[in-house]
């Protein structure tokens, strides 16, 4: 992770924003790490991302993920719900009223 956020700093300015976000897909999925010194080396990255790639394109990446995330489990909820043969809606009446 360290080389990804050193790679970032220093390409800043050359227009190679697609290669990082490249990059950016192999390292968000270390944002569940809990080990301290992962964290810290992810943060570093994370800190040369945002310079190499800017703090839009950080938010919009992560909001994206975020989504993405929400609607497969929507998807998978409401699958499970089918094949169960109960009704989706009269589960998440409560949740959607």
Avoid at 1 to 20: P, Q, R
Avoid at 25 to 50: D, K, T
Avoid at 83 to 91: D, E, Q, R, V
């Amino acid at each position: 992770m360290a080389s990804i956020g050193h790679l970032a700093l220093g390409v800043y300015g050359f227009g190679c924003e697609d290669a990082l976000t490249h990059l950016l897909n192999y390292l968000w999925p270390n944002v569940f790490e809990s080990s301290p010194h992962v964290v810290q080396a992810f943060m570093a990255c994370m800190e040369g991302m945002r310079i190499g790639l800017g703090p839009a394109k950080i938010l919009q990446y992560s909001l994206q993920v975020s989504l993405l995330k929400l609607l497969i489990a929507l998807l998978v909820s409401v699958i499970w719900h089918l094949l169960s043969g109960t009704h989706f809606l009269k589960h998440y009446s409560k949740v959607l009223l």
